[in-house]
């Protein structure tokens, strides 16, 4: 499975728990929106990492990629900590210029 360098790098960073290089990967206006609240630009993803990183010690074994233009679906697995791990997520991304520009991660 070919994935583009920007969501090879976002699984790296996940896996090593490693909340900077997470956000970094991000453009200064980056949108992630997970558990039905949004985190906007590299401050709020970063705390919202570190956060969720701390809670539930996720890690992400990719399944498939999918991409359109700039949009990109990521299926993955992930385990950790919350309740019905592992499970089979789905991460959206819209990714400019190398760097994401939001991100929606579903169950």
Known sequence: MK???VVQELIKAQNNFDSEAYANLFSETG???DEGKTHTGRKEVQQWI???NEKYKSVMQPVD???TDNKGILS???SGTFPGSPALLKFYFEI???LIQSLKISG
Do not use: D, R, S
């Open 50 to 52: 570190a956060e969720a």
């Open 65 to 67: 990629y999918t991409q």
């Open 3 to 5: 994935l583009p360098n």
């Open 96 to 98: 400019n210029e190398g």
């Open 76 to 78: 993955a697995n992930v």
């Open 31 to 33: 949108v992630a929106y």
